[in-house]
């Protein structure tokens, strides 16, 4: 499969998630239409205050994060190559009175679809391992970070969510597990995990 058609079927995959995603507990979209923050700890401590920065979320879903980043004072971008991704986060933009701009386009195409340089480029959360470039990537993410502005990446590799002892599901309700639960505790115990 060719890198055309490996994104092509990428994102019929994601178009596939994102009605999927948005029913799920998984995402809570209720829980963040009343407020709620869809940001982890380690995001928000480790960009701290965002009041007035232009703020680029690169690969951003249907948006609750970037809306998120929003709702903290920061003018926000967020970019997805999912058509129902971003359709979805315009309206929750639209119905929360959250200001927002999000653009659909191919990461690699996205110089092509949007001007600027940001304060901070964001991305997170299963991102990094559906990139067939990661050199190409960067380079956009280079390309719209300002001089002297930030880049944060909060990734983690989905083997870890597997060896948490069946306690994570993923959106879909599947139980996500490579080791029964004692097995998991034997490995956090040995510092593996935490």
Partial sequence: ??????????????????GIHA????????????????????ARE???????K????LQCH???????????????????????AIALARALSAELSIPARFVCANIYDLPAALDGAFDIVFTSGGVLY???????????????LRPGGTFFLADSHPLRHGLRGGRRRSAAGHRLSLFPRARAAQVRRAGVLR
């Fill in 23 to 42: 029913k799920s507990a998984f995402y809570d979209l209720e829980g963040f239409k009343a407020g709620r923050l869809s940001l982890d700890r380690v």
């Fill in 62 to 84: 249907f948006g609750m994060d970037t809306l998120s980043w929003a709702r903290l004072g920061a003018e926000v971008t967020g970019v997805d190559f999912s058509e129902k």
């Fill in 1 to 18: 499969m060719d890198e055309r058609d490996y994104m092509e079927s990428n994102r019929a995959l994601w178009d596939e998630w994102t």
């Fill in 130 to 144: 559906w990139l067939p470039d990661l050199v190409r990537w960067a380079e956009i993410v280079a390309h719209y």
């Fill in 46 to 52: 480790g960009l701290g205050d965002v009041t007035g």
């Fill in 54 to 57: 232009r703020l680029l979320h």
